[in-house]
């Protein structure tokens, strides 16, 4: 029992130390690493890059540097404030005329990141009323979920709201709805410019609208390519009104739902994964620049404004790992242990071993130390084996576990 | 004799346990004060609205109770045997040493299991009244590693306590400080979830490490 006892101890000891000594190495000798910025010129049809660090450099595709001004000009469509406050910005660009209110009614700003994704679900949401003929939007009094049926609860007595729970429910099973809900998206606050209300799948994988118009149901179905899933949607609110949300599928497509005509479009984008990239879409009158950040790569695929690719570029950079800071770290520690992984919104324990077997130096240079100090203090090598195979495995954690929590009781 | 260690272990402690409680029920009824408060003056659904989307943790004024109640009980149990080094007579009745120790350690974690359950049922009938049950349920999430890390510190503190060479205790409670942080992690509401269960289990296992400590001071390793 006793060394039962011990074990687990070693054990916690082992855990706690895999979790607090690579965070604290971390945030001790961790350099931030800036990714550059990549944007599409429409004067040049070409990219440009700037990156910031010591000093920011601003350059072409080519590698021709530009001043902060040549810059920004090359780029009127994400500069168009300055230029015209410079008075630099073109009347037209490729015969088209620039009207400040069109280039920022299509401007638009889209992120997402996997742990958006991975994420508590709140299960409850506020459906606003899309036509109240008030100018701004009011938090409605109750909330609802679509379990076995849609139902509102009220939020000031906490009751369901039967009359209401009942005639939207009938909605939704008159329009083929089948219950509990999947997902569940939406814009839940009134901060936005109108009410679009949710798009949510229900249990058979199938995409509905729904809204509340005049205090009454609006559910609408939205027709998908048969076998479609959808692993996250992500609603939108441009100013262009062209299109709902982007959806992700499954297979990590990328489709956006045009508004009114519910027609899904899938982007031009290949090889993106939702789980581990973070996706950034900046719209504006010409192009759609979609930016897919991993860890250590960049890929930025041009679309233009009915979705079809114009251009594409790639890069990528020195990772963490492949840095001094990792190197070292790798020569040290087999493994790290976290409670967040930066993908996941979710604590639990991520195991992140360790690249390679740099660590395997230390792991026996520690077995001979405990070896040592066994040796030293006239123990029995034959009740320490255990110890040693403890060390052997797991290093500079287990080394520390069992000289916190001695054998020596046990010689 | 299993009655009379009992009875020992209730001397020591009962003020402590039932005062740590009463205080534990009055901070649970403080916060349902606040979330009375703050529904009648913010209007509950905009209330509703900050828990469910803005990260806001209605149950928060709980998170060192649990911990609070331990090392209060741990230290009223644990530090009149170290003083003089009592245990030792403890250690010469008639019974199995292990007996005696495990003994103290399960009245030690029923006191606290019957002291968090009550605080924790009124917790949830106070939440169930004035929220709905996907509120509740992220709450619940929430607060579970907050008493798990309450009967963690209770292990741990009465390991650290029965140590008896500083350089070891200095160790352990560096161990200790880092193994309760895991239950502190701050997060979105409900994200704990997949870690509760493992969190449960690791809990369950650190409650015999009292035997290890007991073990080394009678040995008089030291």
């Given at each position: 029992m006793i060394k039962i006892s011990r074990y687990i101890l070693v054990a916690i000891a082992i855990l706690v130390s895999a979790v607090a000594i690579p965070k604290l190495y971390w945030l001790s000798f961790d350099k931030p690493i800036r990714s550059p910025f990549i944007m599409y010129s429409s004067i040049d049809h070409d990219f440009m890059i700037q990156r910031t660090g010591e000093k920011t450099i601003r350059m072409d595709n080519t590698g021709r540097e530009y001043t902060r001004d040549e810059f920004e000009q090359k780029l009127p469509l994400f500069y168009s404030r300055q230029l015209l406050i410079s008075g630099?910005?073109?009347?037209t660009i490729d015969g088209v005329y620039m009207d400040i209110h069109e280039l920022n009614k299509a401007r638009s700003f889209f992120r997402l990141r996997p742990a958006m994704i991975y994420a508590p679900d709140p299960g409850l949401y506020p459906m606003f009323e899309s036509e109240s003929g008030r100018a701004n939007l009011e938090m409605p009094k109750d909330y609802f979920r679509i379990s076995w049926r849609m139902e509102f609860i009220d939020a000031a007595d906490n009751r369901i709201n039967e009359?209401?729970?009942?005639?939207?429910?009938?909605v939704l099973q008159k329009r083929g709805f089948v219950f509990p809900a999947k997902k569940i998206a939406g814009i839940p606050t009134t901060r936005k410019s109108c009410d679009e209300g949710y798009f949510v799948t229900d249990s058979k994988d199938q995409l509905f609208h729904i809204k509340m118009i005049e205090a009454r149901p609006f559910v609408k179905k939205v027709e998908l390519p048969g076998g479609l899933k959808f692993k996250h949607i992500a609603c939108v609110d441009f100013s262009d009104k062209k299109f709902y949300n982007y959806l992700v599928s499954e297979d990590n497509d990328i489709y956006v739902l045009s508004q009114d005509v519910y027609e899904l479009t899938k982007l031009a984008i290949e090889n993106y994964n939702a789980d581990t990239e973070e996706l950034r879409i900046y719209g504006n009158l010409f192009y759609y620049n979609v930016v897919i950040r991993g860890d250590n790569y960049v890929n930025v695929t041009i679309l233009d404004s009915d979705y079809n690719k114009v251009d594409e570029y790639h890069e990528s950079w020195t990772g963490r790992t492949d840095s001094k800071q990792g190197k070292i770290f790798s020569y040290i520690f087999p493994a790290q242990l976290k409670m967040y992984d930066s993908n996941i919104s979710f604590?639990?324990?991520?195991?992140?071993?360790?690249?390679?077997?740099?660590w395997l130096i230390l792991n026996l240079l520690l077995i001979l130390v405990h070896f040592y100090i066994i040796r030293k203090k006239g123990f029995s090598l034959k009740n320490n084996i255990f110890d040693l195979i403890i060390v052997a495995l797991t290093g500079l954690f287990g080394f520390i576990a069992v000289n916190v929590f001695p054998n020596k009781s046990f010689a | 004799m299993f009655k009379s260690v009992i009875y020992k272990e209730w001397i020591k402690t009962r003020w402590f346990i039932i005062l740590l409680t009463l205080i534990a029920i009055l901070a649970v009824g403080n916060i349902f004060l606040t979330v009375q408060h703050n529904m009648s003056f913010k209007e509950a659904?905009?209330?509703?609205?900050?828990?469910l989307f803005?990260?806001?943790?209605?149950?928060s004024y709980l998170k060192f109770v649990p911990l609070i109640i331990a090392l209060a009980l741990a230290s009223s149990q644990y530090i009149p045997e170290i003083t003089d080094k009592r245990i030792k007579l403890t250690f010469h009745l008639p019974l199995r040493e292990n007996r005696i120790l495990i003994m103290m350690l399960a009245y030690g974690t029923a006191s606290l299991l019957i002291s968090y359950s009550l605080v924790f049922l009124i917790f949830l009938g106070l939440s169930n009244q004035f929220f709905a049950a996907e509120i509740v349920k992220l709450a619940i999430i929430s607060v579970i590693p907050w008493f798990l890390a309450g009967f963690a510190a209770y292990f741990m503190a009465g390991l650290i306590i029965l140590e008896a060479i500083?350089?070891?205790?200095?160790a352990y409670f560096i161990i200790a400080a880092a193994?309760?942080?895991?239950?502190?992690?701050?997060g979105l509401a409900g994200s704990y979830e997949p870690i509760n269960l493992k969190l449960t289990l690791i809990t369950l296992l650190s409650s015999i490490s009292l035997l290890f400590s007991a073990y080394r001071f009678r040995k008089g390793e030291m």
């Open positions: 630099t910005m073109p009347d009359k209401k729970s009942r005639m939207f429910t009938s604590t639990d324990f991520y195991p992140d071993i360790t690249k390679g077997f740099n | 659904s905009n209330y509703w609205y900050q828990i803005q990260n806001s943790h209605y149950f500083w350089k070891y205790r200095i193994f309760l942080l895991l239950f502190f992690e701050t």
